[in-house]
């Protein structure tokens, strides 16, 4: 970022105007790299976002987000810098790369500019790659060649009048980017189905029947509920009421009783799958085909009769598994982070 300059005005573009958004006459560079060592590139060149940094990275190519809220840890600086190099991966998740799933263990061909492929600011992880070299060519004549070749002379309000949404930022104080949840937490936070818990997301919490139909409601989209609340345990203004409402409606759960709902009882994990279950039923036209087996976990015998079908379903569909190889512990709670996770494997079939 801290190589970009200036902003172009509406109107004609002139060289002078490519000049003053590029004017160190820096060239391009192409480096390889590993997908771990570009997370150490991001990591370190956002470890104080979103405070502003003339490091932090402008990118085309690439979706990524920052949790802001977890610490950058790091215990040594790049050599010849004042720069930290990243002790492990805290801050930073990566989406895609070149349109794919993100890979740790693959090789990408990264465009930059010689001052950051050769280690400067906080990019020492691309002048530590094996492979990289400058090409000589002036980033402004690059940039002019752009315009004038590839957009036909108009930079255009259509193509560039709103950012591409590459970049993302969270904050939760107790989620790290190497915990096993991480980009389930990323996701439901980013689609919006899920919610922190004031500086943190509270993956180990129960979730409650509240919280787990208030999910399932918005992934509905959230619809007109118009139908008697017959709750007395369920106020007509909290922010789940509507879900209540709408999840009694239409079979997603009963109640607890013919007039209790109890919103805020810890939801097991047989209940969990049943809630998924229904909703799913609710969703498909279609008969729900049941493919899973529970003959191979040892406390089968322990999930309820009326969850049985929920569970087989779960298993079968790979929204849920067990807690070893052989236990499926029915009847433990069910934590925030694991239904983050059920819900990114449900939403990505």
């Not at 570009?38 to 956002?46: D, G, I, R, V, Y």
């Not at 957009?151 to 949404?165: I, P, R």
């Not at 209540?244 to 047989?270: C, D, H, K, Q, Y």
């Given at each position: 970022?801290?190589?970009?300059?200036?902003?172009?005005?509406?109107?004609?573009?002139?060289?002078?105007?490519?000049?003053?958004?590029?004017?160190?006459?820096?060239?391009?560079?192409?480096?390889?790299?590993?997908?771990?060592?570009?997370?150490?590139?991001?990591?370190?060149?956002?470890?104080?976002?979103?405070?502003?940094?003339?490091?932090?990275?402008?990118?085309?190519?690439?979706?990524?987000?920052?949790?802001?809220?977890?610490?950058?840890?790091?215990?040594?600086?790049?050599?010849?810098?004042?720069?930290?190099?990243?002790?492990?991966?805290?801050?930073?998740?990566?989406?895609?790369?070149?349109g794919e799933a993100f890979n740790p263990e693959e090789t990408y061909?990264?465009?930059?500019?010689?001052?950051?492929?050769?280690?400067?600011?906080?990019?020492?992880?691309?002048?530590?790659?094996?492979?990289?070299?400058?090409?000589?060519?002036?980033?402004?004549?690059?940039?002019?060649?752009?315009?004038?070749?590839?957009?036909?002379?108009?930079?255009?309000?259509?193509?560039?009048?709103?950012?591409?949404?590459?970049?993302?930022?969270?904050?939760?104080?107790?989620?790290?980017?190497?915990?096993?949840?991480?980009?389930?937490?990323?996701?439901?936070?980013?689609?919006?189905?899920?919610?922190?818990?004031?500086?943190?997301?509270?993956?180990?919490?129960?979730?409650?029947?509240?919280?787990?139909?208030?999910?399932?409601?918005?992934?509905?989209?959230?619809?007109?509920?118009?139908?008697?609340?017959?709750?007395?345990?369920?106020?007509?203004?909290?922010?789940?009421?509507?879900?209540?409402?709408?999840?009694?409606?239409?079979?997603?759960?009963?109640?607890?009783?013919?007039?209790?709902?109890?919103?805020?009882?810890?939801?097991?994990?047989?209940?969990?799958?049943?809630?998924?279950?229904?909703?799913?039923?609710?969703?498909?036209?279609?008969?729900?085909?049941?493919?899973?087996?529970?003959?191979?976990?040892?406390?089968?015998?322990?999930?309820?009769?009326?969850?049985?079908?929920?569970?087989?379903?779960?298993?079968?569909?790979?929204?849920?598994?067990?807690?070893?190889?052989?236990?499926?512990?029915?009847?433990?709670?069910?934590?925030?982070?694991?239904?983050?996770?059920?819900?990114?494997?449900?939403?990505?079939?």
């Amino acid at each position: 970022g801290g190589g970009i300059r200036a902003s172009i005005a509406a109107g004609d573009i002139t060289k002078k105007d490519i000049n003053t958004v590029l004017p160190f006459g820096n060239t391009l560079y192409v480096v390889k790299v590993t997908g771990a060592e570009l997370l150490e590139a991001l990591e370190a060149s956002t470890y104080c976002t979103p405070e502003a940094i003339g490091g932090f990275p402008q990118v085309a190519g690439i979706e990524f987000t920052v949790n802001t809220g977890a610490q950058f840890d790091t215990k040594e600086l790049y050599p010849g810098s004042t720069y930290g190099k990243p002790a492990s991966i805290n801050r930073v998740m990566i989406q895609t790369v070149g349109g794919e799933a993100f890979n740790p263990e693959e090789t990408y061909t990264i465009v930059t500019n010689d001052f950051m492929g050769a280690g400067g600011d906080t990019y020492y992880a691309f002048k530590a790659a094996s492979s990289g070299y400058d090409s000589g060519v002036p980033l402004d004549e690059v940039v002019m060649d752009y315009i004038t070749s590839e957009l036909k002379g108009v930079v255009s309000q259509a193509q560039y009048g709103e950012t591409d949404n590459r970049i993302h930022t969270i904050s939760y104080n107790d989620v790290k980017a190497g915990d096993w949840y991480a980009n389930a937490v990323n996701y439901v936070t980013l689609t919006g189905l899920m919610n922190g818990t004031g500086d943190g997301f509270s993956p180990n919490l129960a979730i409650n029947r509240g919280m787990m139909v208030t999910v399932l409601y918005r992934m509905a989209g959230s619809p007109e509920v118009t139908a008697e609340n017959p709750f007395t345990d369920v106020p007509a203004d909290t922010w789940y009421t509507d879900a209540v409402i709408w999840a009694s409606e239409n079979g997603i759960t009963a109640g607890t009783s013919e007039t209790t709902f109890s919103p805020t009882n810890s939801l097991t994990r047989e209940q969990l799958a049943t809630f998924f279950y229904r909703f799913a039923d609710f969703e498909n036209p279609d008969p729900i085909e049941i493919t899973g087996d529970l003959t191979g976990f040892s406390d089968a015998d322990q999930v309820a009769s009326y969850a049985t079908d929920a569970m087989k379903w779960a298993i079968g569909e790979g929204l849920i598994s067990g807690t070893t190889e052989t236990t499926l512990s029915p009847k433990a709670t069910a934590t925030r982070a694991q239904v983050a996770t059920i819900l990114m494997r449900y939403t990505a079939e």
